[in-house]
């Protein structure tokens, strides 16, 4: 599909994952008017994803980046969006986490009674995943939980469909005309382009100076009768999320040199003998994909406008975490693009200009 003549936007957006839904539909939601160009072929990284979103960072048991701002906006974006498409997609969940040491526990009681409020302050004892494996104790983190990212995408693509304001096509960036008060694109007029277009920002020319830091990641979805884990995500060592159905979503590897969307048999393998350590089940495997996250060198979306091209934008570098970050710093950029508001310093796109080579 190619653009239409005679159409003019106030933002065309490159990408149509989490992060360019996300982004879009928050600039519908104040009134702006959008053009989301997208091939859907170019990356899977947003629908390979568990969707899981995580307030503690497990290493040091403190709270994830910015997790008490952003866990509110995580629920008013989405529940809002939920009303809107009249379906569910958002799941509240704890995220059960295991112990192999008394030590863990300990340190794990001291983080909840010091105020941590994600983190349950009871150790339970025997979970029984199934009658042949059993946590021999664990505790739960609060407030955490998952969307279906694939059944937000199509619904958002079908909302942006219905609304005129989708085009599934592959930019061109040589037909791409940058002027000082717009952009053009073949018939297509814009007064600014925001690229949301994950890893592949490095394979264009003008963010290309960001310092990205692409991984590559892989699930498995099985069919597994038995187990015991129907509204908790698992994480010991591999994270296991319930599908409902008895279907569970397994992951999640991670490859810095393999930067492609093809599953490897490496990665299969890792996936099946994580599970099989801890599941002593018959199971069957329905789906085996692969992704690369657009992490940035220093684990901080990148936002803001391009040094020398006003009108060209950037929305991207959300790595494992975008179900967390996107809602909010889509707040934080759609007040920035409409009230000049500040963005947050450590993700805006300032911190790099340095690396343009002049």
């Given at each position: 599909m190619h653009p239409q003549k005679n159409n003019s936007y106030q933002f065309v957006i490159v990408g149509q994952g989490l992060a360019g839904s996300v982004l879009a539909l928050s600039l519908i939601q104040a009134g702006c008017s959008v053009m989301v160009i997208d091939n859907p072929k170019l990356s899977q990284c947003s629908r390979v994803a568990g969707g899981a979103w995580n307030p503690i960072v497990f290493k040091r048991l403190t709270k994830s980046w910015l997790a008490d701002e952003l866990l509110p906006e995580l629920n008013l974006f989405y529940t809002y969006w939920e009303k809107q498409f009249q379906t569910s997609f958002v799941y509240q969940r704890s995220i059960i986490k295991s112990f192999t040491e008394e030590q863990e526990e300990r340190l794990w009681l001291k983080k909840a009674i010091e105020g941590n409020q994600?983190?349950?302050?009871?150790?339970?004892r025997q979970y029984p995943l199934n009658h042949l494996y059993t946590v021999?104790?664990?505790?739960?983190?609060l407030q955490a939980g998952n969307i279906n990212i694939p059944l937000f995408l199509d619904l958002t693509k079908h909302y942006l469909i219905q609304s005129n304001a989708y085009m599934q096509h592959t930019l061109n960036y040589h037909h791409l005309k940058?002027?000082?008060?717009?952009?053009?694109?073949?018939s297509l007029n814009a007064s600014q382009i925001i690229f949301c277009d994950g890893h592949l920002i490095n394979q264009q020319p003008y963010f290309n100076f960001?310092?990205?830091?692409?991984?590559?990641?892989?699930?498995?979805?099985?069919y597994c009768e038995g187990i015991n884990l129907e509204n908790d995500i698992l994480s010991t060592g591999f994270f296991m999320l319930p599908l409902g159905h008895h279907l569970y979503k397994i992951g999640a590897t991670y490859d810095?040199?393999?930067?492609n969307d093809i599953p490897s048999e490496e990665g299969k393998q890792f996936l099946i003998d994580k599970f099989e350590e801890i599941i002593k089940l018959p199971y069957q495997i329905i789906e085996h994909q692969a992704g690369v996250r657009p992490s940035v060198v220093d684990r901080r979306p990148v936002i803001g406008r391009h040094p020398n091209y006003k009108n060209l934008l950037?929305?991207?570098?959300?790595?494992?975490?975008a179900v967390m970050l996107a809602p909010y710093f889509a707040k934080q950029f759609t007040q920035h693009l409409s009230q000049n508001q500040n963005l947050h310093p450590e993700v805006d796109v300032k911190?790099?200009?340095?690396?343009i080579q002049s």
């Open positions: 994600y983190l349950d302050n009871t150790i339970y021999a104790s664990y505790s739960k983190v940058i002027h000082e008060s717009e952009i053009t694109y073949e960001i310092p990205m830091k692409p991984v590559k990641g892989e699930t498995l979805t099985i810095w040199e393999n930067l950037v929305f991207n570098g959300f790595g494992t975490k911190r790099f200009y340095d690396r």
